[in-house]
């Protein structure tokens, strides 16, 4: 079966350093997304991708940053830890064409930053 | 721009009651209208959704939501809740025909007793 997944599951990292999350689609979906959920903000959009080699800010992406190489895969990289970015962050893609509205999620990373 | 109220952060109910949970959006454009679950530790999975055509959306588990255009609202109901039913539950929007980006809404927190 078409899954999303994202390593790790748990990270704890120190302030400054650089951490990147995978996500990796077996959907083959073109469109995918990385939110972060934190208590009283439900989900909130840090950057999102179209295709290969294509990627764009969402509403929080100060410090964030992505890229897209293959159809499969959108890491999300922190260049420098701070502790405003301890969340979950959760990975979604959606299908191409019809049914392109509906996201299927990933189960998502919860980041500590100390 | 769109936007998403729910308008209850916590829903306490009893097991085999009714519940209702709210949900009101903004936009100038036309939308489409999204319930999403999330049980605990887990990615969020779609609900219902309402593209187009009849107002009263059937989704799984047995919840289903009616879009009122009128009042700008798209509220989730199921008649009798199991324990099994206790998640968050997110709703969102996005513009129809467009980029098929939802906003989503803070969440509800939907907590079933025996």
């Known amino acids: 079966d078409a899954e999303i997944t994202q390593s790790p599951r748990h990270k704890i990292t120190e302030t400054g350093r650089q951490v990147t999350l995978a996500c990796h689609q077996t959907w083959n979906h073109n469109n995918m997304f990385w939110y972060r959920q934190d208590l009283g903000h439900g989900l909130r959009l840090i950057h999102y991708?179209?295709?290969?080699?294509?990627?764009n800010k969402g509403e929080v992406s100060d410090g964030y940053s992505v890229s897209r190489s293959n159809t499969e895969d959108l890491p999300l990289t922190l260049e420098s830890a701070a502790s405003s970015q301890t969340s979950v962050y959760f990975c979604a893609s959606s299908e191409p064409g019809t049914g392109q509205e509906t996201q299927y999620f990933g189960p998502g990373t919860r980041l500590l930053v100390l | 721009a769109q936007s998403v109220t729910q308008l209850d952060s916590q829903v306490p109910v009893f097991e085999e009651a009714p519940v209702e949970l709210r949900c009101n959006y903004s936009s100038s454009v036309s939308v489409y209208l999204f319930w999403y679950v999330q049980y605990p530790n887990q990615g969020l999975q779609l609900l219902l959704k309402?593209?187009?055509?009849?107002?009263l959306v059937k989704g799984i588990n047995g919840f289903e939501a009616e879009f009122n255009k009128s009042q700008t609202s798209f509220h989730l109901r199921k008649p009798s809740v199991h324990i099994s039913d206790t998640a968050e539950y997110f709703c969102a929007v996005s513009k129809s025909g467009g980029s098929y980006i939802p906003t989503f809404g803070r969440g509800t927190s939907l907590i079933v007793h025996p």
């Open positions: 991708s179209y295709g290969v080699q294509d990627t």
């Open positions: 309402y593209l187009s055509g009849s107002t």
